[in-house]
């Protein structure tokens, strides 16, 4: 915990990296001091710009939104950037936290390294974090990371992290260290003419009455399944088939990815240990039946082709 909380601090510092101690200083019981901890000298380990970056992300309660909601016990009176981590089967969770000036490591678990029940890093390590951090910072002044003056900050498209075009209804402003920033337009909105009278892509033989032009996006075929989730529409959907399958009659499989390993655990019920298994198809596919050593272990008849092996 000291040494993932000072990797932290080494962001915190602006990519400054000035190690630990453990002790600071040792005194007689008459306030005599008998030892004092040297402080050793600050080494840049980071680009301050890299590290910076890294603390603009953690900070963002909006983009936490997903994964924890937003105002969550993360989220503090003032900027703060904080990580939470939870390992498999639950032995251990984290939450490091810090401002420019300071940094709280939490680690909750069992010393026997028994696996607790079902407690993560933001219902495990987050409240004590919070209550910890509160504690020290009241009465202290709000601090703010500071941005390095060469940076760039341009407007992208939310989906594909490219320049925003005139499709893209989604975007929002990023930052980049100068060289890295994007140079080439949006591609995943893209404009189609339909045929209105059969919804698919028009072609030749259709009548210019009944060509519409509609806005969709094109996505990798293992973003398809949350797309439709949202109600988007994709160019996969005006008969077209996904990049990955595009012969007719074409399986490919998403998940799992090749040579892809797994281990049934012995700390969870085997009910609960399954695998999605998912596949993108082509043009003229009814139907994806799953088999799995010469047994049938499922079948979907519409897309998404998505199954669960236990």
């Given at each position: 915990l000291l040494e993932l909380s000072t990797a932290y601090a080494t962001l915190a510092n602006r990519g400054s990296y000035s190690g630990n101690s453990a002790i600071l200083d040792v005194r007689h019981a008459d306030g005599n001091l008998l030892?004092?901890?040297?402080?050793?000298?600050?080494?840049q380990v980071f680009d301050e710009r890299v590290?910076?970056?890294i603390s603009d992300i953690l900070s963002d309660d909006a983009a936490r939104q997903i994964g924890f909601g937003l105002n969550s016990t993360l989220k503090l009176d003032r900027p703060v950037a904080v990580k939470t981590g939870t390992t498999s089967n639950f032995h251990d969770n984290w939450t490091v936290g810090y401002t420019p000036s300071l940094v709280v490591g939490v680690w909750?678990?069992?010393?026997?390294y028994?696996?607790?029940?079902?407690?993560?890093?933001?219902?495990?390590?987050?409240?004590?974090?919070?209550?910890?951090?509160?504690?020290?910072?009241?009465?202290?002044?709000?601090?703010?990371?500071?941005?390095?003056?060469?940076?760039?900050?341009?407007?992208?498209?939310?989906?594909?992290?490219?320049?925003?075009?005139a499709l893209c209804d989604k975007t929002h402003l990023e930052w980049f260290?100068?060289?890295?920033?994007?140079?080439?337009?949006?591609?995943?909105?893209?404009?189609?003419?339909?045929?209105?009278?059969?919804?698919?892509?028009?072609?030749q033989s259709t009548p210019l009455g009944q060509r519409r032009q509609v806005t969709v996006l094109d996505i990798p075929p293992t973003a398809q399944r949350w797309a439709h989730s949202q109600g988007i529409r994709l160019l996969s959907d005006l008969n077209v088939a996904p990049a990955a399958a595009s012969q007719a009659g074409d399986l490919v499989m998403i998940s799992p990815e090749p040579d892809s390993t797994y281990r049934i655990s012995d700390k969870l019920a085997l009910t609960d240990q399954q695998l999605p298994v998912e596949t993108s198809?082509?043009?003229?596919?009814?139907?994806?039946?799953?088999?799995?050593?010469g047994s049938q272990m499922g079948k979907c008849s519409a897309a998404p082709y998505l199954l669960?092996?236990?």
């Open positions: 030892y004092t901890q040297k402080k050793a000298p600050q080494t590290a910076w970056l909750v678990g069992n010393s026997n028994q696996a607790m029940q079902d407690v993560i890093g933001l219902t495990g390590a987050a409240p004590i974090w919070q209550e910890t951090i509160l504690a020290i910072l009241q009465n202290r002044a709000v601090e703010n990371f500071v941005r390095p003056p060469d940076m760039v900050q341009l407007n992208v498209c939310t989906y594909s992290g490219l320049l925003s075009t260290i100068p060289g890295t920033q994007p140079i080439q337009p949006d591609n995943v909105y893209q404009q189609a003419w339909v045929d209105s009278a059969t919804g698919r892509l028009a072609d198809a082509g043009q003229g596919v009814s139907d994806v039946s799953l088999w799995v050593d669960w092996w236990q």
